[in-house]
C-alpha cells in the first residue's frame, strides 16, 4: 500500500562561521564566510529578470506551422501553472480557421486575425479552382497584400504559396487539416502566402483574444481520462477603454526569477496599466493585481480551450485511435459564491480511451483490474478553477465585470484537482478552498519561499573579457532553467518532457493540433524525462527530486503484480516508455494478448523492438534507484529512503530472479537484452510472427552466435554501483541478512564491458560486442557508466577507486566507434556534456555548456527557458536541464568514495570567474569565489566536513 505523498521537509544546517584553511596550486588561501552575495540575491540582478521592451505580435507559429502564443512568460507552483502574455493589436485574435475579413490591417505581414499575407511583387498567383494571376492596381506592396487577401477571402478556397525556408509541402500543412482543396503551386520568388479561406472547426470560432493580459491556466494533476494532460481554460482581462490598443509609448514585459511573478505594463493614448501575478508558492492560487492611470473598466473572462456539447476527439497521444471526452463546463445561475465564475471539466466512464483498465486488459492482465482499482488515479478526476475579486461582479457564467469604474484591481483563482465519487463533492472542495483565499494577498509569504528557494544554491559565472557575453548568458539560463523545474515539479506527476506544462498551441483540438497535442504523447519517456531531475540534488532541491520517485512509487502494486503474472517470480521492472501507471504503452506493445499465439510474442513483450529488452539502460528502475540513493546520500534523510527504498529492493530483487543463465566462469548473464535503443535484438517482430531469442557459444567469444544483446553496458555498471551503495547503507535500511545476500549477488556480476581498441582499453556497448551490432540510435551506451552511474569518474580515479582511462578513450576517440562518435552530439537528451564534466575534460564541458545556454528558444517562442523541439516537443525540457547537470559538476562534484568526498572545480576554467553555492554529499554545503583562476573565498558547511571536501586545480584552456 502506498501512503499519499508527503513532501519531505529538509532542516537547513546552520552556517558554520568559523574559519578554515584549504590549499590550492600549493598556495594557502584563508577563507571566510561568502554568503549568498549581493549579485545572486539583488532582486534588481539583471540574470534574476528576464524583460522585454516590445510586445510579442500574436500569434506565433511553432515549427510545425501550428498557431500558439509566443510571448508567454511561465508561472507556477510545481502544480498550478500560468502562462501569462500581453496582447497589443488591432483588432481581435480568432482561431486559425476564421478568415481575415479586414485585410487592409497589417501588423509585420500578420493580419490580426491570424493570417499570413504578402507578395513578393505586384502581382501574386491566387489558386481558385485552378490558377489565376491577380495583378495588383497599385505598386505598393502594402496595397498588393491587401488586394491579394481581399480576392482570396472571396473565393470559396485559395492559397498563395511561397517557398520561405521550409518549403511548400510544410506550408500546405498548415491548412491541410482544414480541408482545402487547392494545390501548392510554389514560385521561389514569392516570400509570402495566405492561407485558405476555411469553413470554421469547432472550437475555433468561439475562441477570441482581445487587446489586454491573458494567461493559460494550467495543473500537473489536470489528467484526462487518457492520463494527457489538460489545460484548465484561458483567462482574459481587459479594460475599457483599452490601454492595450493603439500605439504604446511604453511597454515592459518581465519575469522576476527571485519573486516568481510576472510584471506587464503599458501605456498608450488612452493612459497606462501595469498588471502583476503570481502564483502562490503554497497554495493552488494565481492572484493577479492591476492599477491604472484613470478609472476603466475591468473585464474579467474564462473561455473553454474545449468548449460545445457534445464529446470531442483531441491529440492526447496516449496510443490507439483518437480519445474522446466530453467538454469543459461552466457554473450556471446562481453561482454557490456569489459573484465567481467557476469552469471545471471531469472524467466519465464514457470517455475513450479508460486508460488504467483498457491498458490493462490490453497487456494479459484483466485478471488484475479488480485487484488494482487504487492505482487507477484518472477515474472520475476533476479539475478546474473558479474565478473572482473585490468589485467585480458575475455578467454570465463566463465573465466578471466592474460594478464601477475604477483605478485598481485584483483577482484571485483558485484552482482544484482531485478524484472524488461525486462532481458535488469536487465543488465543494474548491469552494471551501476559494473562499478560505479570497480577501487576503499570499504575496508576503509566496515571497518568502522562493526568497527560501534561491538561498539553498546559485551559480554566478563572470568570465574574462573574451566570454563576458557568454558568461552572463550561462548564469541566466542555469537560474531559469532551475526556476522552470521548480515551478512544475512538486507533485507526483513527472515533468513532461515534450512541451512541459508550457506547450502555448491555440485551438481547436484535433488529432494532430491544439492545446492537449504534443510529439510522443501523453505517456513518459524515461530516456528524456530522467534527465530534469539530475540537477536538481547538488542545487539542494531535494523536495522536487523526491516527486520522482512518487511517481515510481505509486506504480509498484500494478508492477509488483505485473511481475508476478508475466514471470512467476518477485520484482519490478519497466521498460523506457510507460504510461503514468507503469504498464507498456499501448502503440508500442502492439496486437492485444487475446490475439497472441503460440507463434506470436509471448504476452510479456512489447512489439517495438528498440524498447522490448531493455529493463535496465533506458527501463528507468536502475536509473531512479540511483537517483535514491543519491538523494540519501546528500540529505542523509533516512525517512525518505525508508519510504523509497521498495523501489531499489524490488528492482534489484528482479535482476536477481530474472537472469539464471551464467557465462562460463559461472558469472551473471543478462540475456536476452539491448543496449538502450540503439544496440538490440537482430530481428523484427511483428503482430504475428516472432523469432525467439537463441545463443549459441561462450560469452566474449567472437565466433558466439546470437540474435540478442549479451550483458548490456548500463545494466551491468547499474547492478555494480547500486549493489556498492545498497551495501553503504544503515542497518536500519539495510540489515546484516540483507546485506549478505547482496553482497552473493554482488559476486555474480560480470565486469562492466571493456574490449581492447587499437591497443587501447574502451568502454564495450556489450559483452557480446561486435556480434549483432547494427546501430538503431544515437546513443552511446558504453558511457551510461559515466552518467547516470559514475562507475566511472573523475572522483572515482582521483581518489585511487578506479582509472578512468576506458571511458575517456570513448570520449577523446569518437572515430573508434560509431556509439564513441555519438558522444559528441549536444542537443536535447545527449548527454555528452554531462560525461565531459564527469571525466574532468574541462574544454569539452566548457564549450558544450556554453552552446547548450546561447541555443535560442524553440520556433515561435520568445522566452528564452523555452528550448527547442530537439527530439522531444517544444518547448522540451531535457536541453537546458543537461547544461544545469554539467555546470553543478563542473564546479562540485562527489567522490563516489565512503567518506563522502567531493571534488572542487574538477572540470572549471581558470578563465571563467564564478561565485557558486552548492550542494555535496553528506549535508555538505560548498560556497566559493574563484576569480583569475585564484580561490578567493571558501566556506564549507559544517566545518567538520572540510577535510573531505578536495580541491582540484582549475584547468587552464
Known amino acids: 500500500t502506498v501512503q499519499p505523498y508527503r513532501a519531505v521537509q529538509h532542516r537547513r544546517a546552520p552556517r558554520a562561521r568559523a574559519r578554515s584553511q584549504i590549499t590550492m596550486a600549493g598556495a594557502t588561501v584563508l577563507l571566510c564566510c561568502v554568503g549568498l552575495g549581493a549579485a545572486a540575491t539583488a532582486t534588481g540582478a539583471s540574470f534574476m529578470n528576464v524583460e522585454w521592451d516590445t510586445p510579442t505580435v500574436e500569434p506565433a507559429r511553432n515549427k510545425k506551422g501550428e498557431p500558439i502564443i509566443g510571448g508567454g512568460m511561465p508561472l507556477g507552483n510545481g502544480d ?320 466578471l465585470q466592474s460594478e464601477t469604474a475604477d483605478s485598481s484591481f485584483r483577482l484571485t483563482v483558485s484552482t482544484h484537482s482531485n478524484q472524488t465519487a461525486t462532481s458535488a463533492e469536487w465543488h465543494h472542495q474548491l469552494t471551501t478552498q476559494h473562499q478560505k483565499r479570497v480577501g487576503s494577498s499570499t504575496r508576503r509569504a509566496h515571497e518568502d519561499w522562493w526568497s527560501a528557494f534561491w538561498e539553498r544554491s546559485y551559480i554566478v559565472v563572470h568570465g574574462n573579457t573574451t566570454m563576458a557575453a557568454d558568461a552572463a548568458v550561462l548564469t541566466q539560463q542555469y537560474a531559469v532553467t532551475r526556476y522552470l523545474q521548480a515551478v512544475q515539479a512538486r507533485t507526483w506527476v513527472p515533468l513532461k518532457f515534450n512541451g512541459q506544462a508550457f506547450g502555448a498551441n491555440l485551438p481547436p483540438e484535433t488529432l494532430h493540433s491544439g492545446p492537449t497535442f504534443r510529439d510522443w504523447g501523453a505517456n513518459s519517456w524515461w530516456q528524456n524525462t530522467r534527465l530534469t531531475y539530475w540537477n536538481m540534488a547538488p542545487a539542494g532541491d531535494f523536495d522536487t527530486l523526491a516527486t520522482i520517485f512518487e511517481f515510481y512509487l505509486q506504480t509498484l502494486p500494478f508492477n509488483s503484480a505485473r511481475t508476478l503474472t508475466y514471470f512467476g517470480h518477485e520484482g519490478i521492472f519497466y521498460t523506457e516508455t510507460k504510461t503514468l501507471f507503469g504498464a507498456f504503452a499501448i502503440n508500442d506493445y502492439g496486437a492485444s494478448a487475446a490475439t497472441r499465439g503460440p507463434q506470436t510474442l509471448p504476452v510479456y513483450l512489447e512489439k517495438n523492438g528498440y524498447i522490448h529488452y531493455d529493463y535496465g539502460g533506458n527501463g528507468g528502475g536502475t536509473e531512479v534507484s540511483m537517483m535514491i540513493l543519491e538523494h540519501y546520500l546528500y540529505t542523509g534523510d533516512e525517512e525518505a529512503l525508508t519510504r523509497y527504498f521498495p523501489i531499489v529492493n524490488l528492482t534489484l530483487v528482479f535482476f536477481k530472479e530474472h537472469y539464471q543463465n551464467r557465462t562460463a566462469d559461472g558469472k551473471l548473464m543478462i540475456w536476452p537484452a539491448q543496449a538502450l535503443e540503439t544496440y538490440w535484438c537482430a530481428y523484427s517482430a511483428t503482430d504475428s510472427s516472432w523469432t525467439p531469442p537463441y545463443f549459441d557459444g561462450v560469452v566474449g567469444d567472437p565466433h558466439a552466435q546470437s540474435n540478442c544483446v549479451v550483458n548490456d553496458h548500463p545494466t551491468v555498471a547499474a547492478l555494480h554501483v547500486l549493489l556498492e551503495r545498497v551495501q553503504r547503507l ?119 555548456v556554453v552552446q547548450r545556454a546561447t541555443t535560442g528558444p524553440a520556433t515561435g517562442y520568445r522566452f528564452q527557458g523555452f528550448a527547442p523541439h530537439e527530439q522531444d516537443y517544444e518547448p522540451s525540457a531535457d536541453h537546458f536541464a543537461n547544461m544545469n547537470s554539467a555546470l553543478n559538476w563542473m564546479l562540485v562534484q562527489p567522490a563516489d568514495d565512503i567518506n563522502g568526498s567531493a571534488l572542487v572545480f574538477a572540470a572549471w576554467p581558470c578563465g571563467w570567474d564564478v561565485e557558486f553555492k552548492l550542494r555535496a554529499p553528506m549535508n555538505t554545503t560548498v560556497e566559493a569565489v574563484l576569480k583569475g583562476g585564484k580561490i578567493q573565498s571558501m566556506i564549507v558547511t559544517p566545518q567538520s566536513r572540510t577535510p573531505f571536501i578536495r580541491v582540484v586545480n582549475c584547468a587552464v584552456a
Request: charged share 15%; with cysteine.
Open 730 to 848: 544503515p542497518e536500519s535500511i539495510a540489515p546484516a541478512s540483507a546485506k549478505a545476500e547482496w553482497a552473493t549477488f554482488e559476486a555474480l556480476l560480470p565486469d562492466v564491458p571493456v574490449t581492447t581498441t587499437d591497443g587501447m582499453d574502451i568502454v564495450s556497448p556489450y559483452a557480446s560486442f561486435p556480434v549483432n551490432s547494427q546501430v538503431h540510435n544515437s546513443e552511446t551506451p558504453e558511457l551510461y557508466s559515466v552518467h547516470p552511474y559514475r562507475y566511472y569518474s573523475v572522483g572515482r580515479s582521483d581518489g585511487g577507486t578506479r582509472s578512468s582511462t576506458p571511458a575517456l578513450n570513448c570520449i577523446l576517440n569518437p572515430k573508434v566507434r560509431a556509439t564513441c562518435g555519438n558522444s559528441h552530439a549536444n542537443g536535447g537528451w545527449t548527454q555528452g556534456v554531462m560525461n565531459a564534466a564527469l571525466l574532468g575534460l574541462t574544454n569539452l564541458a566548457a564549450e558544450w
Open 80 to 399: 498550478t501553472t500560468a502562462l501569462i502574455f500581453p496582447l497589443h493589436n488591432t483588432g481581435q485574435i480568432p482561431g486559425l480557421a476564421r478568415p481575415c475579413t479586414d485585410p487592409t490591417k497589417f501588423v509585420d505581414g500578420f493580419c490580426p486575425l491570424g493570417d499570413y499575407i504578402g507578395c513578393h511583387d505586384t502581382s501574386c498567383q491566387i489558386a481558385v479552382n485552378g490558377s489565376a494571376e491577380h495583378t495588383c492596381t497599385d505598386p505598393a506592396i502594402a496595397i498588393c497584400n491587401g488586394e491579394a487577401a481581399t480576392a482570396c477571402i472571396a473565393a470559396a478556397g485559395c492559397a498563395a504559396f511561397s517557398v520561405l525556408n521550409d518549403g511548400p509541402a510544410n506550408l500546405f500543412q498548415l491548412f491541410k487539416e482544414g480541408d482545402a482543396t487547392t494545390n501548392p503551386k510554389p514560385d521561389s520568388d514569392w516570400r509570402f502566402f495566405i492561407l485558405p479561406k476555411l469553413a470554421p472547426k469547432p472550437g475555433a470560432d468561439n475562441f477570441t483574444l482581445a487587446d489586454g493580459v491573458s494567461f493559460f491556466v494550467g495543473m500537473q494533476t489536470a489528467m484526462a481520462s487518457d492520463t494527457s494532460l489538460f489545460k484548465l481554460g484561458m483567462v482574459s482581462i481587459t479594460t475599457k477603454p483599452s490601454l492595450f490598443s493603439g500605439t504604446l509609448t511604453t511597454f515592459t514585459q518581465s519575469l522576476n526569477l527571485f519573486t516568481a511573478s510576472v510584471t506587464i505594463s503599458a501605456t498608450s493614448a488612452a493612459g497606462s496599466a501595469v498588471f502583476s501575478a503570481f502564483v502562490d508558492a503554497s497554495s493552488n492560487t494565481i492572484e493577479v493585481t492591476g492599477s491604472s492611470s484613470i478609472p476603466v473598466t475591468y473585464t474579467v473572462e474564462i473561455q473553454s480551450l474545449h468548449p460545445g456539447t457534445a464529446n470531442f476527439t483531441y491529440g492526447g497521444g496516449f496510443g490507439g485511435s483518437g480519445p474522446t471526452c466530453r467538454p469543459d463546463t461552466f457554473e450556471a445561475d446562481p453561482p454557490a459564491i456569489p459573484n465567481t465564475i467557476r469552469t471545471d471539466h471531469r472524467n466519465e466512464d464514457t470517455d475513450q480511451p479508460a486508460a488504467f483498465n483498457d491498458t490493462l486488459v490490453q497487456q494479459g492482465l484483466a485478471s488484475l483490474v479488480p485487484l488494482l482499482q487504487g492505482s487507477d488515479r484518472w477515474r472520475h478526476r476533476q479539475f478546474g478553477m473558479v474565478l473572482s475579486g473585490p468589485g467585480l461582479g458575475r455578467v454570465s457564467p463566463t465573465m
